[in-house]
């Protein structure tokens, strides 16, 4: 079946632009995270979907980002005001179920701030 | 919170030999530990994982052990290839927990 797809894959934007990044998880998974991948580093966790509970924001870095998630599947990650330092690979992953289950990535969307 | 450390960041074989991976973790509760391969442009990708009720995990030419007392797992990929050349990234959760934590990857390159 299909995978997690993200859009767009590249996005180049002027410091100071909103931006809105998609994730479409794979169809049936309840849970859904993104990240962020900065240039040579390891996965920074963002945020967490799970069913109609409330998300985990925990690991957004400022109040310039948001994240939501309609009828539980398509996600949305916003960016406001966007910053030279917000450039960064942004990954969405899905999974069937809670802890300990594999993770599906998408391909991602590459972030460049001007 | 989980820590995560992963060594070596780079690593160069020669196509036929063998490459080993390392990480360590810092919680002790944390009892799952994927491994993801991320080929350049591409997600992540699992290519094994393993549970802590276990202690070796074998998937072809990839295995993965687990030494709980000394909080450390490895990957073990065998007669390498070039298609191998990836960056290779260790995680691992606690229990009930959804979040993974993973090291900062290692550069695997594999010369013909």
């Known amino acids: 079946g299909a995978g997690v797809s993200q859009s767009p894959s590249n996005k180049v934007t002027e410091k100071g632009k909103d931006v809105e990044l998609r994730c479409d998880p794979i169809?049936?998974?309840?849970?859904l995270y993104w990240y962020r991948q900065s240039l040579g580093q390891g996965l920074e966790f963002l945020i967490y979907?799970?069913?109609?509970?409330?998300?985990?924001k925990s690991g957004l870095p400022s109040d310039r980002f948001s994240a939501e998630r309609t009828g539980g599947s398509v996600s949305t990650l916003t960016i406001q005001r966007t910053q030279q330092e917000d450039s960064a690979v942004y990954l969405c992953?899905?999974?069937?179920?809670?802890?300990?289950?594999?993770?599906?990535f998408g391909p991602g969307t590459r972030l460049t701030v001007l | 919170g989980e820590n995560v450390e992963q060594h070596p960041s780079t690593l160069s074989v020669q196509e036929g030999d063998s490459a080993v991976i390392k990480c360590t973790y810092s919680?002790?509760?944390?009892?799952?530990f994927p491994w993801y391969k991320q080929e350049l442009g591409k997600g992540p990708q699992l290519i094994i994982d393993?549970?802590?009720?276990?202690g070796e995990k074998k998937d072809q030419r990839i295995a993965v052990t687990l030494n709980k007392t000394a909080k450390h797992f490895s990957l073990h990929i065998t007669e390498t290839q070039p298609e191998d050349s990836a960056v290779y990234f260790c995680a691992s959760s606690g229990a009930g927990s959804y979040q993974l934590t993973f090291g900062k990857g290692t550069k695997l390159s594999v010369i013909p």
């Open positions: 393993i549970r802590s009720n276990v």
């Open positions: 169809s049936g998974h309840t849970a």
């Open positions: 979907f799970q069913g109609n509970s409330a998300p985990d």
């Open positions: 992953a899905s999974s069937l179920r809670l802890a300990g289950n594999e993770q599906f």
């Open positions: 919680d002790s509760a944390s009892n799952y």
